[in-house]
Nanobody, 125 residues
Framework: QVQLVESGGGLVQTGGSLRLSCAAS????????MGWFRQAPGKEREFVAA????????IYVDSVKGRFTISRDNAKNTVYLQMNALKPEDTAVYYC??????????????????WGQGTQVTVSS
């Protein structure tokens, strides 16, 4: 069992930056592939970024490439999402998720076993 707690959300102006953190409980964090997803009001939850358990592979949705960076610190049981050049369309609740199976980096929600409660990111225009 893994518990995930996100933090770092808030209100920022267009063009600003935020860094989200996701702290995980448990001693096996380094075995988990991790992902970030987001859900905007009235929309379905969508994939944002993911990182392999080793940290060697990362993937992103096209809309955030070049602006967002996912990283992890296995010694601190934490995954991060650095968000730069934020746009109003980035406004959403951001969720981190953990995938305990295999050597993969998935965009699919159903591949993730554990989810955090979410943190709100609001970008004002």
């Amino acid at each position: 069992q893994v518990q995930l707690v996100e933090s770092g959300g808030g209100l920022v102006q267009t063009g600003g930056s935020l860094r989200l953190s996701c702290a995980a409980s448990g001693r096996t964090f380094s075995n988990y592939n991790m992902g970030w997803f987001r859900q905007a009001p009235g929309k379905e939850r969508e994939f944002v970024a993911a990182i392999r358990w080793s940290g060697t592979i990362t993937i992103y949705v096209d809309s955030v490439k070049g602006r967002f960076t996912i990283s992890r610190d296995n010694a601190k049981n934490t995954v991060y999402l650095q968000m730069n050049a934020l746009k109003p369309e980035d406004t959403a609740v951001y969720y981190c998720a953990a995938d305990r199976r295999g050597n993969r980096t998935s965009k699919r929600e159903y591949d993730y076993d554990y989810w955090g409660q979410g943190t709100q990111v609001t970008v004002s225009s």
